[in-house]
């Protein structure tokens, strides 16, 4: 009997482009004199009332068992090995005793797939479905420990200080294209870690990349959010830069792969430290 000729199996290339090379390039110094000081948000915006309008309208759908609505490429995201450059260059900290925050957290994605990873993992998002959905989805996994906020757009005001050893976020801070937005993000972050705690999250990355925004800009009257008018992460210092200007140590960045349903050129997954030291 003739065989079938058995299909040879594709092996899924998972690239690493990049790793902390934090070599000067000739494009650095341009970027940080074109750094402007800046000026903290009130949530008295038109990005941030378009922002909760869209997500509210996304979310309104979602019930803890459709739980698509807002993400986009759940299973996907899922399934998406390279997040675990997120919590992969944390020294060797022992994860099971991190209590966690989940910035821009919607239905809850990430708060049940990392729920055996973490002690526990808390959320906070612009949206209220979201947030609501998030309880159902959580309802549905078991999960108790868990706790939830709803946040202005541009700041965590409902939390209060020291409270987490990560503050962690995906497929999020990419989508606010308004640079004083983020910095102002970046600021709760370190309010809200303890001494000694991470901030890791992912970005997309990568110059030209359609439909973005300039790093610096402050695009508040973009008319779209969620992948129209993204913000262009051009060159990892400026995240450094950022992140620093907040109060953050040790920055260190893996550039891989664009994760799903993403127009990105690449991802970038951040790490650095809120410490004295
Ligand atoms: C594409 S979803 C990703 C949800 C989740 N992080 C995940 O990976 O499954 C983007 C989320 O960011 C939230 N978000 C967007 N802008 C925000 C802002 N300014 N403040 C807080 N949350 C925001 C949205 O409500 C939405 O839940």
């Known amino acids: 009997m003739k065989m079938p000729e058995l299909k040879k199996k594709k092996k899924k290339s998972r690239k690493v482009v990049m790793v902390n090379q934090l070599a000067r390039s000739k494009d650095e110094k341009e970027i940080i004199l074109d750094d402007p000081t800046s000026n ?13 309008l869209y997500y509210e309208e996304a979310a309104a759908t979602g019930d803890g068992i459709i739980v698509d609505n807002v993400v986009g490429s759940f299973d996907g995201h899922n399934k998406w090995w390279d997040y675990e450059f997120l919590f992969a260059r944390l020294g060797g900290a022992d994860l099971k005793t991190c209590r966690v925050l ?48 709803t946040c202005d757009g541009v700041s965590l005001e409902a939390i209060p200080d020291s ?19 983020r910095q102002s993000y970046f600021e709760e972050f370190y309010r809200v870690l303890k001494d000694g705690g991470a901030v890791c999250f992912q970005m997309g990355f990568g110059s030209p990349s359609i439909s973005t ?65």
């Open 40 to 52: 903290l948000p009130s949530s008295d915006n038109p990005y941030t009332k378009m922002q909760k």
């Open 102 to 149: 989940d910035f821009a957290c919607g239905p809850g994605r990430n708060i049940v797939k990392y729920k055996d990873k973490f002690l526990a993992v808390d959320g906070v998002d612009i949206s209220e479905n979201n947030i609501k959905n998030a309880m159902e989805y959580l309802k549905k996994n078991d999960i108790t420990t868990s706790n939830l906020y």
């Open 213 to 277: 925004v300039n790093y610096y800009d402050n695009f508040y009257d973009a008319p779209a959010t969620n992948r129209a008018y993204d913000v262009e992460v051009s060159h990892p210092f400026q995240l450094k830069k950022s992140l620093e200007e907040a109060g953050f140590k040790y920055f260190n960045y893996i550039i891989g792969p664009t994760g799903p349903g993403d127009s990105h050129p690449y991802w970038i997954y951040v790490n650095a430290i809120k410490t004295d030291q």
């Open 163 to 181: 409270q987490y050893n990560i503050v962690m976020s995906t497929v999020a801070l990419q989508h606010i294209c308004v640079h004083d937005i």
